[in-house]
């Protein structure tokens, strides 16, 4: 009995390495009952029980008198910015209702798929152990001094700058040691804009961004963005021009949620403008490390010649998300952004600084960082197969170029945080598009942490999802047919 089970997994795990290979294409018919029976030397039965099986993991479909064929795959997003799209600069309201989701969320027992968080088990947590006791027998001044009128530790600021040189210089006095890549970007926006003022986001873009500016009594201003070169410059060189925004606020590698990289051209010709126009652009650089092009992107950062750029990051996403250690290279707003640091928290941990350091000094931070890009890529690819296979094929996924996230774009009657509450009641947490837009945008929209290891909890939960999704399209179509205007019958 068990040898038969593994004879007919082992054939469906072989299919699914084909089709996930690409050498059975999506729409291609697979061979034959018969033909592979012969091939594999196996019953007949065994080979149907395995197709069975790819049927069930979504990946084939039955077609009566024709055989099995490769399911299509979920289409990729289509090109969002359009620079026509553009909607008025709007005050930020999605604090309750992110409140409200992440308080859903923490369900006990719930599978996560809403945080971009990098999973546990790909972390360094034993060469960490060791840094941490190496550094704490090393420098034990670390544990007692106070860092308040010195914020930086010299060695986390010389590493900062050594990671940097390949795309250029950093100056080290504009280096300011922050607790994470938010409080960076916390201190980047307050430094460079007031209370009323236009901050231009990517649309969609990430939740926090939307609180910091909510928190602060700004507007924010939803450029168009392409799930593939991320912001329209073409429609942010027109707010500029016409005088409607006060700073920037961007995630131009990988974006969260699209994964998209702005073209090095494109970031040049945004550095250009920034400088024409006197705006700055607080850039959060935080998935630099997490992209998965073999050529590491650049920041906007390194074509920024006149210091309007303030680059903020951390290494929450590759090292530890817990060490809460980030900076920012603040440019020509150094005095301010220091100023706000040490208003804020008055310095950095100095301990963690410095073990952070010498973690990236070293290899092991290269060889990290090349084990969760592998890993991360496969793991994006697997989800991304799961949703091709069981949501609707009206749905569109994103094809992130870094991150841990992807995006899925529902037919526009789906509504993304019915579809989380349904989810939560069936213990699957996931982030619905609402919380990515000020304007109310992406409610047919929903994000998807990929970055644990594929298991069969995950795939049921993704199953699950696309099954919510079948259903509340069905109910929509069904409730139409009932809404339909009835003929009215005159009676004299
Ligand atoms: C775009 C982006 N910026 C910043 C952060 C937070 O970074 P940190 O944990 O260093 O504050 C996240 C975390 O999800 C993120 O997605």
Known sequence: MSAQTNLYEHLADELAALIASRVFAPGDRLPSIRHLAQQKRLSISTVMQALRLLEDRGLVNAKPQA?????PRA?????????????????????NLLMEVLRAMKT????????????????PVKRMQQVMSAVARRSPELLTREGCFDTNEPNFVRQVIRRAVDWGRINPQEIIATNSCTEALSLGLRAVAKPGDTVAIESPTYFVLLQLIESLGMKALEIPTDPKTGISVDALELAMREGLVQACLLVPNANNPLGCIMPEANKKRLAGLLTQYDVPLVEDDVYRDMCFPSDRPWPVKAYDRSGHVLLCSSFSK???PSARVGYIVAGRYTEQVAYLKNVSSGGTNHFTQAVLADFIGSSS??????????AVTQRVARMSDAVSAFFPDECSVSSPQGGFVLWVQMPDEVDALALHRQAIEKGIAFMPGQLFSASGKFGNCIRLNCGNAWSTEIERAVRTIGELVHQQLDQGILRAA???????EFTR
Do not use: F
């Not at 055989?67 to 399911?71: F, M, T």
């Not at 289409?75 to 359009?82: C, H, N, Q, Y």
């Not at 009932?482 to 009215?488: F, Q």
């Open 365 to 374: 931070y290269d060889s990290q960082v090349r084990k969760m890009r592998r």
């Open 482 to 488: 009932r809404e339909r205007p009835r003929v009215i």
């Open 108 to 123: 006990p027992g719930a599978l996560q798929l809403g945080l971009s968080w990098p999973p546990d088990e790909l972390l």
């Open 75 to 95: 289409r990729g997003l289509v090109s969002l910015a359009d620079a026509q799209d553009m909607k008025e600069p709007t005050y930020v309201g999605i604090n």
């Open 67 to 71: 055989g099995y064929y490769v399911r």
């Open 318 to 320: 590759v090292v530890s």
